[in-house]
């Protein structure tokens, strides 16, 4: 097994909240901080997804140290998820903004229609045909302000950081 496998398998298996108020493994952060991932290669891709094993631990410092330079669309993407979930939602829309489209928002939107049936914004993402990120950080922080739908939110938010996830690694090497 791989490095990235043994931090992907055992971060995937959680649900992360919707806002991270703290790292939930520090001990785990540094493993991945020193781990040679993909042979320690430190290409884009290699970077994003470290990147992306700190945001499913909640170490957003971390993952902010990666994603803020270069600018490129999958830094931008990670950052977007970022200060969503640090609850600064004005700056993650900054960041969509900036990401426009991403190949890995079609495979978000199709994993998120099949598998979320009673997804808030359901009937808004079905018309649209595409994943609307700015609308998912909308509605992020509407449940951060109410509570509401804070679990299908969560869940949505896994599936989004899983798929980016695998999609950065599948192009790492």
């Not at 700056?91 to 489209?101: E, I």
């Amino acid at each position: 097994m791989s490095d990235f496998d043994f931090f992907a398998e055992k971060l995937l298996a959680r649900t992360p909240p919707l806002l991270a108020r703290e790292v939930f493994d520090p001990q785990l952060s540094a493993q991945i901080q020193n781990a040679p991932l993909f042979g320690g290669a430190q290409n884009e891709m290699a970077l994003a997804a470290r990147a992306g094993l700190f945001l499913f631990n909640d170490d957003l410092d971390a993952a902010h140290a990666i994603v803020q330079n270069p600018e490129t669309p999958i830094n931008n993407f990670w950052h977007a998820i970022l200060h969503r979930r640090e609850g600064d939602f004005s700056n993650a829309r900054y960041w969509w903004n900036r990401t426009k489209f991403h190949p890995a928002m079609d495979e978000i939107f199709d994993i998120v229609i099949h598998r979320i049936p009673d997804f808030p914004f359901m009937d808004e993402l079905r018309g649209s045909q595409n994943w609307d990120a700015r609308a998912f950080n909308d509605f992020c922080e509407t449940a951060a302000q109410t509570g509401e739908w804070e679990t299908q939110l969560r869940e949505v938010q896994r599936l989004e950081m899983k798929i980016l996830l695998e999609w950065c690694a599948s192009r790492a090497v």
